[in-house]
């Protein structure tokens, strides 16, 4: 097995855009998602709810302490850093925001590329800022596989131009060759 | 492996260093937390190794404070989750209004404004001058930064909002002097606040107490130790007393939630069975 998880990030517009890459999931796609989006601190997790029933993949909040399954995606909790523990389950920080984000896409990439290295996929997606762009170096750095959504594609470039302008990725693509690549991915496994 | 990942050997090794040297304990501390953290300060202070931070921690008293104070938890705000606060006035209120004497607990208040957040809150259901606060901290730093009760005034406008959204009754400003920079609290609010160090993860029971508050500290630990703390607040709090965690914390993991009713599920607050 290439790949035990898929950690995604996105800030403003990222909602279309990981709802349009999870919807072209395959059925039964097992590789595990972990995923960060930028929104309020006081979201009530409405969209989760909303992408579970559109998805139709298990998609829940990330809990404490929880172990990653296979088949399921999990949400960074609004106002919680979210990280990932060499036995692989979570953590939880209300550490200060990273880039004026909480939960931080950095803080998620960076520790899932010191468990997990040359067994994962790191996606950053549409966003006005720069967030995810260090963890994302981090990940080519350690071995994993880099995916970047063509910035010509995204509804705010910034985010994608930022992690490019850190690393080179080893996919440049559209949400819909995305989806295309996760599904091999996972055929592969 | 590349020069910038950090050996959990070398990390294992300064947390039992830090624990020897220092007395404090934070081998049970989430890895990753720890590991953000240290990576942090390996970065500012220009040394390359863990192993170098470890010969620093044993030789250099004033590195050693500095590591103390980066691996505790000082991030907190004044009515942090407004909607705990409205749950708070909703249930727990009408319950320590039975009590003659109330005492409380804010176990890891770091720097102190969810103890004045609580003083706010009795003082307008009328309960303040018969509550005790046992505000502790095992960072004195942070804990004399709490006794001062000075904040940065570019925090004024979240602590409003969340005051406001947390229904409260009068004015956030009432509560407060600003000058120049910083605001202070008033003093009025300190009066029953008692400011104490106390490390839940090495120190025992320090008092029977009728509401602890934890709110975001467990989440830092692992399961072996949050098991232990869950042992010390139930010990800690009357029959019939009330935790309170933070919006992610539950009791998941240890048999003591057969011993506790919901007050409210989603706010994590708990009420002790008798």
Redesign the interface.
């Known amino acids: 097995m290439k790949y035990e998880v898929i950690v995604m990030g996105a800030s403003s517009g990222g909602l279309n855009a990981i709802r349009s890459v999870l919807t072209s999931l395959s059925e039964n796609f097992s590789i595990p998602i972990v995923l960060v989006q930028h929104v309020s601190p006081r979201s009530d997790g409405q969209w989760i709810r909303s992408l579970d029933i559109i998805a139709g993949l298990n998609v829940k909040e990330a809990?404490?302490?929880e172990t990653i399954e296979k088949g399921n995606i999990y949400v960074a909790?609004p106002n919680?850093h979210l990280?990932?523990?060499?036995n692989r389950t979570f953590?939880?920080?209300?550490?200060?925001r990273v880039n004026f984000a909480r939960p931080s896409i950095d803080?998620l990439f960076?520790?899932a590329a010191?468990v997990y290295r040359d067994k994962m996929v790191g996606i950053i997606f549409t966003g006005a800022n720069s967030d995810g762009a260090i963890g994302l170096k981090r990940i080519k750095?350690?071995g994993g596989t880099t995916i970047v959504q063509d910035p010509n594609s995204a509804e705010s470039p910034y985010m994608p131009e930022a992690a490019l302008s850190l690393m080179p990725a080893d996919y440049i693509l559209t949400l819909e060759k995305i989806a295309e690549l996760l599904n091999k991915f996972d055929k592969d496994n | 492996m590349t020069s910038i990942s950090i050996s959990e050997i070398e990390i294992a090794l300064l947390l039992e260093a830090i624990y020897q040297k220092c007395g404090y304990d934070f081998r049970q501390y989430s890895e990753a937390h720890i590991k953000r953290r240290l990576s942090s300060r390996l970065a500012i202070s220009g040394l390359k190794t863990v192993s170098e931070m470890q010969f620093q921690v044993l030789h250099n008293e004033q590195f050693a404070y500095t590591l103390l104070h980066d691996l505790s938890i000082t991030v907190t705000e004044m009515f942090r989750d407004p909607e705990f606060y409205k749950s708070l006035r909703q249930n727990v209120i009408p319950i320590l209004k039975t009590y003659p004497f109330i005492k409380i607990w804010h176990a890891g208040c770091s720097s102190g404004e969810e103890a004045y957040s609580m003083a706010i809150l009795l003082r307008e259901e009328g309960l303040y001058e018969r509550s005790m606060i046992y505000a502790t901290d095992f960072n004195q730093k942070i804990l004399d930064k709490a006794k001062a009760g000075v904040f940065q005034n570019d925090l004024i406008k979240d602590y409003t909002n969340n005051y406001q959204m947390s229904g409260g009754l009068e004015s956030f400003s009432d509560y407060y002097t600003s000058n120049y920079n910083m605001f202070i609290m008033d003093q009025s609010l300190k009066k029953n606040i008692v400011w104490a160090n106390h490390n839940m993860v090495t120190d025992s029971v320090f008092a029977e107490v009728h509401v602890i508050f934890c709110r975001n500290v467990l989440i830092y630990f692992k399961k072996n130790l949050q098991e232990n703390i869950h042992l010390l607040f139930y010990e800690s709090l009357i029959n019939g007393g009330v935790l309170c965690l933070g919006s992610k914390e539950g009791l998941y993991f240890t048999d003591l939630k057969y011993k506790y009713d919901e007050l409210d599920k989603k706010q994590k607050i708990f009420k002790k069975k008798y």
Do not use: A, Q
């Open positions: 809990d404490e302490k909790p919680y990280l990932i523990e060499t953590s939880l920080t209300i550490d200060s803080v960076e520790s010191d750095e350690l």
